[in-house]
């Protein structure tokens, strides 16, 4: 049940802010109270909803700054993981950037076909396990997970055409151990997820 409601949030199938009522969920999928109140608490540990009085369980709605936050610190986390995973690559890597260069294209071409597939975090899945550090991958997974609704609309809007490039610019900078190009094209990545959400990268805040 958590998969089925997390991968609505992500593609848009639940808005931003909408409620998600128990009632409806334990009439759709058949079961009691317990489970489905289970669900919707992973979903809020997930920072993929959240619980307020009176109010019930509610999907996150973020406004554009906090949306820019978000990549914000996606992006200090990405390239971080990138510089030691360009330090640390070794042979093994090589054959699971093939695996992950086959999906990817069937991504993109799926995409580009008007069918986008659900965003899995391959990528940065990639990048944050050849790191081979437990905390950067601990944070992630407890920070990452909501940025995934604003990349499938990027995916949306732009069938991974600008992004493609870049992925495969970030895989050989840590295939061929360049910490300062992965670096970079982890940044890059970063920003072009951003603006093909239709975000502008830089929000004026009041002194």
Not at 13 to 40: M, Q, V
Not at 93 to 120: F, I
Not at 189 to 207: F, Y
Request: hydrophobic share 45%; proline share 4%; net charge neutral.
């Amino acid at each position: 049940i958590a998969q089925t409601l997390r991968e609505r949030v992500i593609d848009g199938t639940y808005a931003p802010g909408e409620r998600l009522r128990e009632a409806a969920l334990r009439e759709e999928f058949g079961f009691s109270n317990g489970p489905i109140r289970e669900a919707l608490q992973r979903l809020v540990a997930e920072g993929l909803a959240h619980r307020a009085p009176w109010q019930g369980v509610r999907v996150i709605s973020l406004t554009q700054e906090e949306i820019v936050e978000l990549f914000e610190l996606r992006s200090a986390l990405l390239e971080y993981a990138a510089e030691r995973a360009a330090e640390r690559a070794g042979p093994e890597d090589v054959a699971s950037a093939s695996v992950l260069r086959r999906l990817l294209a069937r991504k993109h071409a799926a995409a580009r076909a008007g069918h986008p597939e659900p965003v899995s975090g391959a990528t940065t899945g990639w990048v944050v396990g050849v790191a081979r550090n437990r905390q950067i991958a601990a944070v992630w997974e407890a920070t990452m997970l909501k940025s995934r609704i604003y990349i499938y609309r990027a995916m949306q809007r732009t069938a991974g055409v600008a992004t493609g490039p870049i992925v495969e610019r970030l895989i050989d900078a840590v295939l061929a151990h360049n910490p300062c190009l992965a670096r970079e094209a982890a940044r890059e990545l970063n920003d072009q997820m951003l603006a093909g959400a239709g975000i502008e990268p830089h929000v004026n805040r009041s002194s």
